[in-house]
């Protein structure tokens, strides 16, 4: 079973930049894909984009398109989430998840870290 | 923009059953969109109970059940335990490709 370890919380300015890493504990690390998902206080859950361990595929939510850029290390076995030009209403805890991938499809929020709050404030 | 749907609020008595559905405004909820809902207790990370529409993780309880039901995607919790107290979110793959997820406003369950 798939055990994800995040980094811890973040205070940024308006106009930083934040960078998450999301550790997998599964040595079978490209054999998954991870998504990254966000909680606004008190708000329900939004999806934010998903990358391939295997191949470093990228999808993104278009509004977060231009802002948002994940990334893999895999001899780390971690997973990065980059946002750049941070607004206050980015301020959530980010969630990474997990599934496995077969060779026809992947398995997308069976596992899941336990979130780093981000705080955006002047 | 697409629009999940779910319920507000429910209310289900101890040992009750209840149903929480998921409708998408762009049309009716089919497996293709892999229908998939997560549990969220106050102050904890999400957990996914059901995927695919309607099957289980290994550590989600049988009184869980997930179904396809005139055109929305429904959850249904036979036997309600207090601790099934909690959020529950649905999420649909739109594109088939991982591509764009969305989450409904999710249902906050009460068992009272």
């Known amino acids: 079973q798939m055990h994800l370890v995040q980094s811890g919380p973040e205070f940024k300015k308006p106009g930083a930049s934040v960078t998450i890493s999301c550790k997998a504990s599964d040595y079978t690390f490209s054999y998954y894909s991870f998504v990254w998902v966000r909680q606004a206080p008190g708000k329900g859950l939004e999806w934010m984009g998903w990358?391939?361990?295997?191949?470093?595929?990228?999808k993104y939510e278009s509004d977060l398109q231009g802002r948002l850029t994940l990334s893999t290390d895999t001899s780390a076995t971690t997973v990065y989430m980059e946002l750049r030009n941070l607004r206050s209403d980015d301020a959530a805890t980010y969630f990474c998840a997990s599934g496995y991938c077969s060779s026809v499809t992947c398995r997308t929020f069976d596992y899941w870290g336990p979130g780093t709050p981000v705080t955006v404030s002047s | 923009q697409t629009v999940v749907t779910q319920e507000p609020s429910l209310t289900v008595s101890p040992g009750g059953t209840v149903t929480l559905t998921c409708a998408s405004t762009a049309g009716p909820v089919i497996s293709d969109h892999s229908p998939t809902w997560i549990q969220q207790k106050p102050g904890q990370a999400p957990r996914s109970l059901i995927y695919?529409?309607?099957r289980r993780q290994s550590w989600t309880p049988a009184r869980f059940s997930g179904s396809l039901l005139g055109g929305k995607a429904a959850l249904t919790l036979s036997g309600a335990q207090p601790e099934d107290e909690a959020d529950y979110y649905c999420v649909l793959d739109y594109t088939g490709r991982q591509a764009h997820w969305v989450f409904g406003g999710g249902t906050k369950l009460t068992v009272l």
């Open positions: 695919g529409a309607n």
């Open positions: 990358i391939s361990a295997k191949d470093g595929d990228t």
